[in-house]
């Protein structure tokens, strides 16, 4: 259902996107999808435009009434998705186990902000992690649901996404590559760059240390201490992934991924899909270090992030 309704503001883009051989006969077409979003199982075309993979090439001098129609008939469905995100998903108590500087434990925080699931947040002492000894499952994100306990990050999200769209198809190949990417590559070159340099690691566990679950004295062992441990932990992490210049692997990453939106306002064509959402997702926590502020300044990144930012919108934690 989901990215049948992700075709209705496709449509958007017919109204300009320019006159073609082929224009009237997909005009009707996309007339009929906004009728009968089902129409696209009739059309290899039609189920490229509804998924977001494919423009639709519409004359608009010829049609202008009709593309003016197409036009507020998809601007209203836009409007009514926006504010029925998560409404198939019914849940009283939603809780988040998390580190607030885990890169896994915000991309589900990033789904749980998008679709709009009011959650409460328990942060975990890294240190103890008595939070969650009443777990044997002892990695952060942790989510509970009515009691339900949910492990992983992507399988929190699979779970949470079928949940919300029941009726959906299969996530594509090109969502599940990046969601992929993100995992095995992209989560990989951010510690090397956050604690690049002992500066940089004292400005992260300065972060960490302020948004976490620490006692005082806490606080201060975990700050220079920590600091310290993973500035040399960075060093060989690069050793690990082959990293000989972090910002250099930094920027190679966001250029890709920009690369990946082939022109696109989004990964998932005029919404974000999961892709989205998890680069988003660990990319939110280093937005506003060194490490951020220089991969927004030296990529395309930028325009893309604050579009997400803008979509996602204010958290969703309930606080207590």
Avoid at 107 to 114: C, G, P, S, T
Avoid at 123 to 139: F, L
Avoid at 171 to 186: I, P, Q, S, T, Y
Avoid at 295 to 308: A, C, P
Wanted: hydrophobic fraction near 40%; charged fraction near 25%; glycine fraction near 6%.
């Amino acid at each position: 259902m989901t990215r049948s309704i992700r075709g209705a503001t496709t449509l958007t883009r017919a109204v300009v996107a320019g006159a073609a051989a082929t224009g009237a006969s997909q005009h009707r077409l996309l007339q009929a999808a906004l009728r009968n979003p089902q129409a696209s199982t009739s059309s290899p075309w039609l189920s490229e435009v509804l998924s977001g993979r494919r423009w639709p090439l519409i004359p608009s001098a010829s049609h202008g009434v009709a593309g003016a129609r197409l036009l507020s008939a998809a601007a209203t469905s836009a409007a009514r998705e926006e504010g029925s995100r998560g409404a198939k998903f019914l849940a009283d108590d939603v809780v988040l186990y998390q580190y607030e500087a885990c890169p896994f434990c915000n991309k589900v925080k990033a789904f749980l902000d998008y679709y709009k699931i009011s959650h409460k947040v328990v942060e975990v002492n890294p240190m103890s992690k008595k939070e969650i000894k009443w777990s044997d499952y002892k990695k952060v994100p942790i989510l509970m649901v009515d009691g339900n306990q949910m492990n992983d990050s992507s399988a929190i999200i699979d779970q949470l996404f079928g949940k919300i769209h029941p009726d959906d198809v299969p996530e594509d190949e090109e969502e599940r590559k990046w969601r992929g990417w993100v995992d095995n590559h992209l989560v990989h070159v951010l510690s090397p760059n956050i604690y690049r340099t002992p500066s940089e690691a004292l400005e992260s566990f300065d972060y960490i240390t302020t948004h976490g679950n620490f006692s005082f004295m806490e606080r201060l062992v975990a700050k220079y201490s920590g600091a310290a441990a993973m500035y040399l932990v960075s060093k060989k992490l690069k050793k690990k992934h082959n990293i000989t210049d972090e910002r250099a692997v930094l920027y190679e990453a966001a250029e890709t991924w920009v690369d990946a939106l082939k022109g696109r306002p989004y990964c998932g064509g005029v919404k974000p899909n999961l892709a989205d959402l998890a680069v988003f997702g660990v990319l939110r926590p280093i937005r506003h270090l060194q490490s951020g502020k220089d991969m927004v300044d030296h990529t395309r990144i930028g325009e893309w992030y604050d579009r997400m930012q803008r979509a996602v919108g204010d958290s969703a934690r309930v606080m207590t």
